[in-house]
């Protein structure tokens, strides 16, 4: 019966040892896997820092990344009579002489789109034009205030004029 006893005590020694020494290399591991994650973040760090300085450099140049112009460029051998002129609003034309007119980009926007677009789709179009996101929702609202836009189904539309309404309904 000792001898039973002593080979089970050996075969414990045996596997507490071979169970430290697991742990090692698991620790051992364990560190490696850590700094492989932390050189990971910090080179998607750097990889978004310089996607944003990209865009922000396009941006500042007056190019939208990855979209079409809102309006096509006005051309220049154009003349128009003083009173036109005058009352005239072209929303891209205060964009380019830099007093951006917010709201008109956004009317404007919406008047391309007579379906509608979510908050999300107008944010993917005027991102160039707008410092921070929240300006946006202001202007939105504002425009909701002053029922001049509706929202259905999480879209904001322009709304139609009472005139254009009137004359739908009568004929």
């Known amino acids: ?3 039973i006893l002593e080979e089970i005590q050996k075969r414990i020694s045996d596997s507490e040892r071979r ?3 697991a742990g090692k290399q698991l620790q051992t591991a364990d560190k490696a896997y850590n700094a492989a994650v932390s050189e990971l973040q910090v080179w998607r760090s750097a990889f978004d820092a310089e996607i944003h300085a990209q865009q922000e450099a396009k941006s500042m140049q007056g190019v939208l990344i990855g979209m079409e ?3 096509p460029p006005a051309p220049d051998n154009i003349e ?3 009173e036109q002129s005058e009352t005239a609003i072209d ?3 205060s964009v380019q002489a830099g007093g951006l007119n917010k709201t008109e980009l956004i009317r404007s926007l919406l008047r391309e789109n007579p ?3 979510t908050p999300p789709q107008i944010w993917e179009r005027v991102a160039g034009q707008f410092k921070h996101r929240p300006y946006m929702y202001s202007v939105l609202k504002r425009l909701k205030d002053h029922d001049e836009v509706v929202t259905r189904r999480n879209k904001y539309l322009l709304r139609q004029n009472q005139e254009a309404s009137q004359s739908l309904t009568i004929q």
């Open 1 to 3: 019966m000792q001898s």
């Open 19 to 21: 169970v430290n020494e």
């Open 69 to 71: 112009p809102l309006l």
């Open 80 to 82: 128009y009579p003083p």
């Open 91 to 93: 929303p891209m034309a």
């Open 115 to 117: 379906a509608g677009l």
